[in-house]
């Protein structure tokens, strides 16, 4: 389970600090399914489920994927494109020899964008997993229509072996096509959002394919949601839920995931989306951002210390790094780094990360932890669950329906009657 240390925020709560009771109730409402959105709180079951049903097809379909193609294009946007990519480049972000190579499309239309990815496929052997649970989305459907004519030029009537699409269970253009198509399938499940989607198929399958023990992930994750359902104050997910919401009430408007080790961007991309979408409605929400140190510490760093403080800072840990790397001693000192030699980089990285927080916590940004042992398998699981579950309670606590996104259909709409789509007004 993650730990969550909320004492570099403490000096900043205000009323009683952090209302437990409220995250109580929240966390209540959730598991009992009493709440707004109810009908999408699939995904703390999730991890278990897929162990039953689609997890064996999942990991024999990436096996196939493996064994014959260098490549697989991913098509798909917001919650069913990154799980998947914030997992990967947190796990395997370097293909190792053998490994098949997993590119993203269909995040956006960008002519240029698309045109690189074609030309990394050169003439690979490739093969494509399109996910849409709604199997609407412009986006994924442009890029997919794409890539479905290479494959065609490419393999013939063969094409349609290449082709697995995720999708719902029942509905959708993509799943009459695929039905039509004999393409393999996957499901969305019915009761779980995009962004809740990660460890569906939408997330595993590209995991597998990129070599990441799925099985490992998904046998943490069971663990861990049963863990993360303690009805208590030293629950992590109630922490850092009430936590944030003290904090925004306060004025603290903006919260900074920040993390030192660069392969967790993409995680950070992932968690924007859960809690951007999630929160962000009504006419409130804390606006999530995320920072990458100690890079930032040189760009951003500046706002952070002495800008507007309506900021929180929320630091993801990890005790201990996966490689030791020592400072070379130099005997003429030239570089005067001696005082260094023979000291490990990771330990010398989390010293870091304690001066730049108490440096942030006394410039006046509150500062939380959170924090899980090592960056793998475990770890990833750990997060994921318990960013979900602390989402669906602070959303809660916040009176919002953390699980519908009606604010994305206004472009979708203006969209649709620019480009002239036939019926749109
Ligand atoms: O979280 C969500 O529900 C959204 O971000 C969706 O994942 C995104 O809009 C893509 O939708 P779809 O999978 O229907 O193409």
Redesign the pocket.
């Known amino acids: 389970m993650v730990k969550v240390d909320l004492s570099g925020a403490k000096a900043f709560f205000t009323g009683n600090g952090p209302d437990y009771s409220a995250a109580e109730a929240a966390h209540k409402v959730l598991a009992e399914r009493s709440g707004a959105g109810a009908d999408f709180l699939g995904w703390p079951e999730l991890p278990a489920k897929i162990r039953e049903t689609e997890l064996d097809r999942i990991v024999a379909a990436a096996e196939k994927i493996r064994s014959r193609s260098s490549v697989l294009v991913v098509i798909?946007?917001?919650?069913?494109y990154?799980g998947a990519k914030g997992a990967i480049e947190f796990l395997r972000p370097n293909p190792g020899p053998g490994d098949t190579r997993v590119l993203f499309a269909g995040n956006g239309v960008n002519p240029d964008y698309l045109y690189d990815i074609i030309g990394q496929l050169a003439d690979r052997d490739f093969d494509v997993n399109v996910?849409?649970?709604?199997?609407?989305?412009l986006e994924?459907a442009v890029s997919f229509r794409i890539f479905r004519d290479i494959l065609s030029a490419k393999y013939g009537d063969e094409a349609n072996d290449h082709i697995f699409a995720t999708?719902d269970a029942k509905r959708g253009v993509l799943k009459s096509l695929a039905d039509a198509n004999g393409w393999e399938s996957f499901v969305?499940p019915d009761d779980v959002?995009?962004?809740?989607?990660v460890f569906s198929a939408?997330g595993l399958l590209p995991m597998a394919v990129a070599g990441i023990d799925v099985r490992k992930v998904i046998d943490c994750a069971v663990k861990e949601f049963k863990a993360l359902d303690e009805r208590s104050e030293s629950n992590p997910a109630w922490q850092y839920a009430a936590a944030r919401q003290n904090l925004y009430a306060s004025g603290k408007k903006v919260e900074l995931l920040a993390c030192f080790d660069p392969k967790f961007r993409w995680m950070a991309e992932w968690w924007k989306?859960l809690y951007g979408?999630s929160e962000g409605k009504d006419k409130i929400g804390i606006f999530p951002a995320s920072v990458e140190f100690t890079a930032d510490l040189h760009s951003m760093g500046q706002y952070i210390q002495d800008g507007e403080r309506i900021l929180m800072e929320t630091v993801v840990r990890f005790d201990e790094c996966m490689t030791f790397m020592e400072v070379p001693f130099v005997s003429s000192n030239a570089d005067g780094l001696n005082y260094l030699a023979g000291r490990d980089l990771g330990e010398i990285g989390r010293v870091i990360e304690d001066a730049v927080m108490e440096a942030h916590i006394s410039g006046g940004v509150p500062c939380m932890t959170v924090s899980v042992k090592k960056r793998n398998e475990e770890g990833l699981a750990s997060l994921v669950c318990f960013f979900e579950l602390a989402c669906g309670i602070s959303g809660y606590m916040s009176g919002v329906n953390p699980f519908n996104?009606p604010g994305?259909e206004a472009y979708k709409k203006n969209m649709f009657r620019m480009l002239g789509k036939p019926g749109a007004v």
């Open positions: 798909g946007i917001g919650g069913s990154l996910i849409s649970k709604s199997g609407t989305t994924p999708t969305v959002g995009g962004r809740y989607s939408v989306q979408e996104q994305v």
